[in-house]
């Protein structure tokens, strides 16, 4: 039996030929555009972001007071400490003075700030003959106005320490990736006031063990202080993964014992917590 094609443009013509527009059909189809922050959208043609800063008048801005800057403070830091999961949404790098905010923290805070994120690529270096490969990015952070409150920025190159062994070709898609999520977690710094509790997303920068930041010389000569505890939403969490991956209380505290001297697993400290978490995420990657 032969196939019949259909021209679905023709036919959609033929079928709306006599339909007249309503007369104030323009009328609402431009006010509904203008209602629409451009700022939230793609280039038609480009499909490229680009972004559109709104202006702000003087008679919209105004000090926060003392009590509102407390109350606003204060709810942030609610939120990091009973919303965001060490060893998921930021980490505890070694020989730094503050957590490292990670993606999924940066991407949760944005949540709670009603913010969204719009990436653009500002400069980028393909040199195919030499495979080097560089990019710079930018991140807009959005009100649900369309109004820009907050820009990151994120530069990643394949001469980097952790990718110079690989050829630019193999990790180009994950440079310009590095790149976005770099430039992602500065955005929400800076529009969270957060730097006072986290830092950049070192992890992924190679840190030269020899060269810890943060610290000064006298403060290395100082006996370290004894990690943390581990909270309760840590223990939580890792408690989860060990019911996905079937193991049992009595078989986590061995390991604790053999491993970290802790004979019961509840005891651990945070960044112990933070290491048995990136293990078993280790395992479903």
């Known amino acids: 039996m032969a196939t019949k094609q259909i021209d679905l443009k023709a036919l959609l013509a033929q079928r709306t030929a006599g339909i007249v527009p309503a007369e104030n059909a323009q009328e609402v189809i431009e006010t509904a555009e203008q209602s629409i922050p451009k700022n939230l959208m793609f280039d038609a043609e480009a499909t490229e ?23 606003s403070d204060g709810e942030m830091s609610r939120f990091i400490d009973e919303v965001l999961v060490s ?55 959005i009100d649900r106005d369309g109004v820009v409150r907050g820009e990151g920025l994120g530069i990643t190159n394949s001469k980097e320490g952790k990718y110079a062994k690989s050829t630019g070709f193999a990790v180009q898609n994950t440079i310009i990736k590095m790149a976005k999520k770099r430039a992602l977690v500065d955005a929400v710094l800076n529009v969270g006031a957060i730097s006072g509790r986290f830092t950049q997303d070192v992890e992924d920068m190679n840190l030269d063990p020899d060269t810890p930041m943060g610290r000064n010389p006298e403060e290395l000569k100082q006996k370290p202080k004894d990690p943390r505890p581990a909270t309760k939403k840590q223990l939580e969490y890792l408690e989860k993964l060990m019911s996905q991956h079937n193991t049992s209380a009595a078989a986590m505290s061995r390991y604790t014992k053999e491993h970290y001297g802790v004979d019961d697993y509840r005891q651990i400290n945070g960044i112990q917590a933070s290491e048995l978490i990136e293990k078993y995420k280790a395992l479903q990657s």
């Not at 559109?52 to 008679?59: A, D, Q």
């Not at 999924?104 to 495979?131: C, H, M």
């Open 49 to 71: 972001f680009k972004p559109e800063t709104k202006p702000v008048h003087g008679s919209s801005i105004r000090r926060l007071t003392v009590e509102e800057a407390k109350e």
């Open 87 to 141: 060893g998921v949404d930021y980490g505890i790098v070694p020989r730094t003075s503050k957590p490292t905010l990670l993606k999924p923290g940066a991407e949760k805070i944005l949540n709670f700030l009603g913010l969204v994120a719009r990436t653009e690529v500002v400069n980028r270096i393909e040199d195919t003959g030499s495979g080097y490969f560089a990019y710079e990015c930018k991140v807009y952070v």
